[in-house]
């Protein structure tokens, strides 16, 4: 059977670690918040109904700040820890750790001076608690959080923010405080209790001053539940007034007094043993024991949960980096062979893109081949004008082979921009490749530098590569001109077989036969190196792709990272933590996911040890 101080022990221990965390609830991060599982018990009433006496008769020393005009503007997470009879009363701080304080008044100023340090002197209302544990042999363990919207809210009449924190605290036991010398109908803690705890399910309803009653009146139909019903029993209390306060009355000595006037009262004798401060500390302490452990098992599974989701986001993130030169150096080149496993899965199948370089094979060199102007090159007039030149001032006197040169030379020229066209095009594809590598490489997401850098080397590597494939496939050009194929032109019908007669006669007007004569002999021309050139389309439409995927393609898939790996091998040490420099903010994102982690797997250990000891 696990004891009340073990679990309410608990509590405060997970409620510590989610403070260090900075998990206070409220939804302002995207963690699953621990903390809004944990029960708790917020204070919550009018200005001056007695609240602050309410919580320090509980902890049985005065150490909240006090006085007009003083407001709780940051919530105070009051840990209460019973001790061993006899010893030494202390309070500590989260945010002052080690540092023990015996003085209350020095907690007061404390509390004082915290909550002016993030909230400023300005006045503002801040959600970052405060927490103060207070350890006591006169204390019961219980936590308490005094809201400070609650208070504030109640004076300046914005009942949705106070409506807003308690509901999203549905673990909260709401301690709702009324003046009994104040109509309880006009009571600002029933009305927020009304609203955010209808069936008075969380609420405990707390009757202070009923010792500033007037003569002959009493609170009995309050405290017996006929004006507001709750489901827990209504506490009457009497405080210190400000007359003890003011007399420095100890608290042992008020809660004595508190007791006589109860045994004592003629109205509320026969409740004597159900009123005051000690029998309210002990109400709450074991109504949120029995509330701790009926939500065990759903902290449990929230804790489990968390720690599925955090382990996972952890797999995403990535392990932290080894700080080892070697280690770091194996982490790269790791990357690398990421990428590049990636980039060649792109370019042999399995990804898209690889048939983007067979369609410019396909499509964009033999459309660029067809779009040669060779009609207008070898034109009629054109190729008389060529040849002639050629020719200088002795025609030919059988086949014109210095016209013939000239022109199929000067055609091949043409097919110089499809070549270089098709090894640029090849370029842009790999390129694109190679940035849609990096991008949908999963490992290397979590290193922007090292992606710069390898996209650097990459498009460097892809550029040399481009260089070669020109001069290569520019040089399948230049082989077509400086030798030509005998063969095409042995093959060819000789024209004076044909048509007889000098195909040289100059023509003249005076001769129209021989003008025709002419004409047929320069078409014939012209039609026969349009097919030497068809010719030497169709070999270079074969041979282009095959230097192409030779010097651009293959060296791609076998040494793109060649170079970039030998200028590795050259690092120091410091620059490969700079090339597996991270996101910062996914730093950030891992170390809290790690912090977390570490939090939810010490809060499953306790819950644990809880569980087993039921
Ligand atoms: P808070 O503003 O709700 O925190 O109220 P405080 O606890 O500061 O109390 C306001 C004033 O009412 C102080 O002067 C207290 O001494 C006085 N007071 C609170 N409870 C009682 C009580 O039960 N009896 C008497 N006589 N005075 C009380
Ligand atoms: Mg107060």
Redesign the pocket.
């Known amino acids: 059977m696990a004891t009340m101080e073990s679990l309410i022990g608990l509590v405060n221990r997970i409620q510590k670690a989610c403070t260090v965390l900075g998990d206070y609830g409220g939804g302002d991060n995207s963690f699953s918040s621990l903390w809004e599982a944990l029960p708790s018990v917020a204070v919550v009433?009018?200005?001056?109904?007695?609240?602050?006496?309410?919580?320090?008769s509980i902890v049985g020393r005065d150490f909240?700040p006090?006085?007009s005009g003083i407001v709780?503007r940051r919530p105070l997470v009051l840990q209460l820890h019973k001790t061993e009879d006899g010893s030494q009363e202390y309070a500590e701080f989260l945010h002052l750790p080690k540092r023990r304080f015996s003085d209350f008044a020095v907690v007061r100023k404390e509390i004082q001076d915290e909550t002016d340090r993030i909230t400023g002197k300005s006045k503002q209302i801040s959600p970052v608690p405060i927490h103060l544990s207070i350890y006591s042999p006169n204390v019961v363990n219980l936590t308490l959080i005094d809201l400070p919207g609650l208070?504030k809210v109640a004076v300046e009449g914005q009942p949705e923010s106070i409506v807003q924190d308690i509901e999203t605290m549905p673990n909260c036991i709401i301690l709702a405080?009324s003046?009994?010398n104040q109509d309880i109908a006009t009571s600002d803690a029933i009305k927020l209790a009304r609203e955010v705890d209808p069936s008075g399910e969380r609420t405990f309803g707390v009757l202070?001053?009923?010792?500033?009653m007037d003569k002959g009146t009493n609170a009995l139909d309050v405290l017996e539940g006929r004006s507001y019903r709750l489901q827990h029993p209504w506490v009457g209390?009497?405080?210190?007034?400000?007359?003890?306060?003011n007399k420095n009355v100890d608290m042992i000595v008020a809660r004595r007094k508190e007791r006589e006037y109860f045994a004592t009262s003629p109205d509320y004798g026969h409740l004597s043993n159900k009123m005051g401060s000690e029998y309210l500390a002990k109400l709450l302490s074991k109504h949120l024991e029995s509330a701790i452990r009926a939500r065990i098992p759903s902290i449990t599974s929230l804790i489990n949960k968390t720690i599925d989701e955090l382990e996972s986001e952890m797999e995403h993130l990535g392990r932290p980096i080894a700080v080892d030169a070697g280690a770091q150096l194996y982490t790269i080149l790791e990357l690398c062979r990421a990428f590049d496993k990636v980039f060649k899965e792109h370019l042999d199948g399995g990804r898209p893109g690889g048939d983007r370089i067979y369609g410019v094979f396909d499509n964009q060199l033999p459309a660029a081949l067809r779009k040669l102007p060779f009609d207008r090159h070898l034109s009629l007039q054109n190729v008389k004008r060529v040849v002639s030149e050629a020719d200088g001032y002795q025609p030919h006197l059988i086949a014109p082979e210095q016209g013939y040169r000239r022109l199929i030379e000067s055609s091949l020229n043409y097919f110089r921009g499809p070549a270089e066209a098709s090894a640029d095009a090849v370029h842009f594809v790999l390129k694109e490749l190679v940035r849609k590598s990096i991008a949908e490489t999963q490992e290397l997401r979590r290193f922007p530098s090292l992606q710069a850098e390898l996209a650097a080397a990459a498009n460097e590597a892809l550029e040399r590569f481009r260089e070669d494939s020109k001069k290569t496939v520019l040089r399948l050009v230049d082989m077509e001109s400086s030798y030509l194929t005998v063969d095409f032109f042995r093959r060819l019908p000789q024209e004076m077989d044909n048509k007889g007669g000098n195909p040289a006669t100059p023509a003249t007007p005076a001769n129209p036969a021989i003008d025709r004569y002419t004409e047929m002999h320069f078409r014939r021309i012209g039609s026969n190196v349009s097919s030497y050139v068809g010719m030497v389309s169709e070999t270079l439409r074969n041979t282009i792709p095959k230097a192409v995927v030779h010097c651009q393609v293959k060296e791609a898939k076998h040494s793109l990272l060649n170079y970039f790996y030998t200028q590795i091998g050259k690092k120091e040490g410091k620059q490969f933590s700079q090339l597996l420099d991270e996101d910062p903010a996914l730093m950030e994102r891992r170390l809290q996911c790690v912090k977390r982690l570490e939090l939810y797997k010490a809060a499953r250990d306790e819950v644990d040890s809880v569980s087993w000891a039921r």
Not at 45 to 56: A, F, M, T, W
Request: charged share 20%.
């Open positions: 009433g009018g200005q001056s109904s007695g609240k602050s006496s309410v919580l320090e909240l006090r006085g709780t208070t405080i003046p009994a202070t001053k009923l010792d500033l209390i009497v405080n210190r007034s400000q007359a003890d306060i």
